[in-house]
């Protein structure tokens, strides 16, 4: 047996394994408390060791990929990842996250039916659909028990509606005719999740064997890697909407239809219907409508928390003291975390994409959130490692920890590596404890420079020179704040002092090709300007763009996080009615840099709004065939970036091409 399946049928042994047999009958919010006794598992733990030795020898066809997996950007060979992920995802976490995939579109379909057929809403599905979806974006959970543990609670879900829908006198919905993607060996979503919600006997080596049915080579097989890529193309799309309504979610914004919208994509994903091209690719557009509204929802969230972003300065070098890092996205752990450690003689510095909480009013009245430590997530074992305190992850991206620091490391959310401390709940005394016990900053360890470790225009090589460091950066350009100034934005156009606006957005990664994007940055003529979103930012927020020339305005604006593409989207449509023509026609280039879902999800609201001529870099995805991407570059002139010609890129987008 693999390493992973052997440490994960000792945690059965241990009694850590949460039974089916509980997770069935249990309520939501009694499904993590209990766990099924111990002798029970011990005896399915001895017959799992037969599935475990069946699968193995299945695994070890040389012929047979061990997992695929190109959902990101950075897959192996730009083809897919096929021994392990290029993120570190071992074939037992990837064969566990497309089960549990898998079973969603069950769940969804029959929540969907229920929603559509008997009026039945159910409140933690809606709920555990964004998070069990979350939980299999790319560097956000390594950990395979914890995602055993979502596809127990799934057939759970599924068995307590099924139930809820027979006792109101419902029908259950029946498996569509013509679905013939999915493979003999688990039959349709909704036939595996209901035989194996009543019969409550599986092991957890019994999903790792099932988990090697239902990845996307035998969709390939049946469907072809056109369809089964578009497919795919909706799928990660889902789960960048998924991830964002989460985060809104825990501010307490929901929707409704967002709900209803997310079910009935994973209904669509099971049904004849996600055989046909035209029909994916109007559901991958109609996704993009529905993240549209969930960064709104995000960003109102946001606002109405914390007050509007506003234009701050944020200091990139720690001071003396006790301190924990925060990385991710989620303001309201951030806030959890500032409140808690009040008073107690804490620093608290943001990482990555969490540079753009110091705009927020609510956020930032807090004295000790002194300020922004390291760069974006790729760089983060150097970042943890010099960083003296105690660190708290809260979404992607997370990478295997390196010993010296793992003890310091904590996760929480949907966010999980195994032997890291996970945090269940918002009490992060566990994290201030840690943090207490750390020397901080202190005389000895203080950076004498700013902490930014971005590579900017370089390539990632670690032989490359260090990029110029920033003492401060600024941050909380979001479209309250760059509509206050629009005028001057709509004069500066008029009197030919901006020649043209780019938008920046994206991830960022360790691939030498995105040294394009800081490039670019170096390049641009004194007469534009720059709005960077995502980490993305880190490429370029280390470069002076001073200010516009003959205007208030400075040259480069920093909307905040990926969702806050939402801002981004509102400020050229105001533009746009201000020059009485459509985004198209503004003197407006978008280049995004794609890295994971969320990226995706953002591509797709773009299409849905009807925006042209986007460049995305720094290579094109894998899961889309050239047959799939030249009707999206014939229908929306979607173009690679030219990375190795950032010069010639950045002529054409000023001729507006």
Known sequence: MSRNATRLLARVAGGLWQGSSTAANAAPSMLAAGRSARNGMLMQAARAMSYGAASTAAASDPLKPKMMCFQCEQTANGTGCTVIGQCGKTPEVAGLQDLLVFSLKGLGALAHHARTTAGI???????????????????????????????????????RLSAKLKAGGHPLPTVPEGVTFFEPATGHPL?????????????????????????????????GKTVAGLQELVMY???????????????GGRDPAVYAAVQKTLHFLASPDAADVGKLLQQALDLGTT??????????????????PEPTEVPMVPRPGKAILITGHDMHDLHELLKQTEGKGIDVYTHGEMLPAHGYPGLKKYKHLAGHYGGAWYQQKMDFANFPGSILVTTNCVLEPMAM???????????????VTHIPTKDFSAVIKRAMELPGWTPANMPRTASTSSSGGRGAAASAAPAKKAVKVTTGFGHHAVLG?????????KSGKLKHIFLMGGCDGHEPQRAYYGQLGEKLPKDTMLLTLGCGKFRVINQDFGMLPGTPLPRLLDMGQCNDAYSALVVATELAKAFKTDVNSLPLSLDISWFEQKAVAVLLTLLSLGVKNIRLGPVLPAFLTPEALA???????????????????????????
Not at 239 to 249: P, S, T
Not at 640 to 651: K, R, S, V, W, Y
């Open 121 to 159: 809403v159910d409140p933690d599905i809606d709920s555990f659909c964004l998070r069990a979806s979350f939980s299999t974006l790319t560097n956000v959970n390594f950990d395979d028990q914890r995602i055993a543990e979502y596809i127990q609670e799934a057939l759970a879900h599924h068995a």
């Open 191 to 223: 036939s595996w999740n209901t035989l194996h919600a009543e019969s409550k006997d599986l092991t957890a080596a019994d999903l790792l064997a099932i988990s090697k049915s239902t990845g996307i080579l035998s969709r390939q097989a049946a469907l």
């Open 237 to 251: 799309g889902l789960k960048g909407v998924a991830a964002y309504a989460a985060h809104a979610e825990a501010l």
């Open 291 to 308: 993240n549209f509204r969930v960064m709104q929802l995000l960003s109102e969230s946001h606002c109405s928390t914390f007050g509007n």
């Open 405 to 419: 620091y793992r003890k310091n490391l904590f996760t929480t959310n949907e966010t999980g590596v195994p032997n």
């Open 485 to 493: 100034v629009a005028n001057h934005v709509i004069d500066a156009v």
């Open 631 to 657: 009707v999206l570059v014939e229908k929306f002139a979607i173009k690679p970036a030219d990375t190795t010609n950032p010069e010639l890129d950045l002529q054409k987008m000023m001729q507006g091409k």
